[in-house]
C-alpha cells in the first residue's frame, strides 16, 4: 500500500483539480471541458483505465450543478411544451403520445402523461424519464 500513496502522492497536485468541486462558473467550465477530452479518450470502453475518473469528475460536476444550479420544478408538461417548441414540433407529430387529440388533452391538462409515453419521450429526445416527473406540491406551513 505503501507505493500507492507514495504515487498517488506524486500525482495529486495533478488530479485535484479534477476531484475537487468547483468553486465558481470558471471551474466549473474546465471540469466539464475536462470530463469531455475524458469521454473522447474513453470512448465507449467502459473498462478503460480512466473510465473510473470520467465517472468521479462527473460526479463532481453534478454536485456543483444541484447546488448552484438546480433545476427548476417543472411539470412534465411544461418540459413537452418546451421541447415541442424547441423542435418545431407540432401536436400532431408526436406518435410518442398517440394521436393530435390526445396531445392536446395532455398540454391542456385534461390528461397526464403515461409511462410508455415518457419512455418514448426520454428514448426520442435523449433525455431521462425524470425530466417529466411532476414537481413535488410545495408544503404549505401553518402560521
Known amino acids: 500500500m505503501h507505493t500507492l500513496v507514495e504515487q498517488a502522492t506524486q500525482h495529486w497536485s495533478y488530479l ?3 476531484l475537487t468541486i468547483p468553486t465558481d462558473d470558471a471551474d466549473y467550465d474546465a471540469r466539464v471541458e475536462a470530463l ?8 465507449d470502453d467502459e473498462s478503460h483505465l480512466l473510465a473510473s475518473l470520467a465517472s468521479r469528475l462527473g460526479d463532481v460536476i453534478e454536485a456543483y450543478d444541484e447546488e448552484r444550479r438546480p433545476l427548476p420544478d417543472v411539470s412534465g408538461v411544461d418540459v413537452l411544451r418546451y421541447l415541442m417548441q424547441e423542435h418545431q414540433i407540432s401536436q400532431s407529430e408526436l406518435p410518442e403520445i398517440g394521436a393530435q387529440s390526445v396531445v392536446s388533452a395532455i398540454l391542456a391538462g385534461r390528461r397526464k402523461l403515461n409511462w410508455r409515453q415518457v419512455c418514448e419521450l426520454s428514448e426520442r429526445f435523449g433525455i431521462a424519464t425524470d425530466t417529466f416527473k411532476e414537481p413535488s406540491p410545495t408544503r404549505r406551513v401553518a402560521g
Open 16 to 18: 485535484a483539480p479534477l
Open 36 to 43: 469531455d477530452e475524458l469521454l473522447d479518450l474513453i470512448g
